[in-house]
């Protein structure tokens, strides 16, 4: 098949040059996101891959339609950023990456925990310059605290065992966990979970429900001094109270690798730019905020699944045989 591919970065065609020479579907490589000023670029493609932050809204679906489109692949899980009732009533299939590797994203989450615990990132600064003094470097003992998550599906299930395994008391939120989830971590409502995390990790979707689930009012309810931990979808998280609780001490930490507005800035390198988003900018004058550019599914596994996984979904399409992982609109809150 002809494949768009937009949002491309450098290590993403070494991945899709590996997998497709089995598949053998025509690849073109494009570098700009997709919105309303570039859906154009995929004129007489028949299917258009995307990631985290292009935009298939109802009107580039149009536009994309009128291009030939009858399928696009997301090559990653999340699928918040296309409209699903649109997309099925033009008649535009959606698949996306299921699972890839939902222990890097899990592992990423224990990196932010780890970092912003023992502060590795000032002491390494420190070292290089001389500087040995311990000030300000205490960070606590992870064994007994309670690690709330919100969500255990794939990669909340890993991160769960993994916290458990450093001794943490591990508690969920999730309305609609698996039976083993059930069996083996105590599940509680929202609000008990604030109540008690002393770090509290987001492993949902973004859906209506989840969109600002961190609120201001959640935040005054948390225990002082929390640890906040988001690697699931940047929404979730009211940043504006995100930072009213860092500056009361509320919040005692915040670990982001995702960020409400970062479709302006992840991804590319910014370095000789003036950064206009004067909110993302004041969380990074906090020396107990971490951030990160959406790299929690970063790794050389994670990148070589979901190449083959997207190229299977393409050719599962256009063979008919084999399995597409598709979206359909009744999976969004569940997914
Ligand atoms: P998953 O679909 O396996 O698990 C999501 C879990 O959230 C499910 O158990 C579901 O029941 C639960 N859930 C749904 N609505 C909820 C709600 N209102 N409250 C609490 N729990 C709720 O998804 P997976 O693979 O574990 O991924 C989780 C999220 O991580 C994705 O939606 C995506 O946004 C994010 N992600 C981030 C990456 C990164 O690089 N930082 C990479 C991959 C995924």
Known sequence: MKLAMFSTKPYDQVSFNNANAVHGHHISYIEAPLNQHTAALASGFEAVCIFVNDHADKGVLEILKRSGCELIVLRCAGFNNVDLTAAQALGIRVARVPAYSPNAVAEHALALILTLNRKTHRAYNRVREGNFALDGLMGFDLIGKTVGLVGAGKIGEIFAKVMQALGCDVIIHDPYASADIAKHYEL?????????????????????????????????RCKPGMMLINTSRGKIVDTKAAIEALKNG????????VYEE?????????SNQVIQDDTFMRLLTFPNVLITGHQ????????????????NN???HSSGEGECFDVVPDKVIAS
Do not use: K, W, Y
Not at 262 to 270: K, N, P, S, T
């Open 188 to 220: 509680v409502s929202f609000d008990t979970l604030v109540e008690r995390a002393d770090i509290l990790s987001l492993h949902c979707p973004l859906t209506p429900q989840t969109h600002h689930l961190i609120s201001r009012s959640v935040l005054q």
């Open 250 to 257: 509320q919040l005692g930490a915040l670990g982001l690798d």
């Open 262 to 270: 970062e479709g302006d800035l992840f991804f590319a390198d910014l």
């Open 296 to 311: 929690g599914f970063f790794t050389r596994e994670a990148l070589a699944n979901i190449a083959e996984t997207t190229l």
């Open 314 to 316: 393409v050719t599962a």
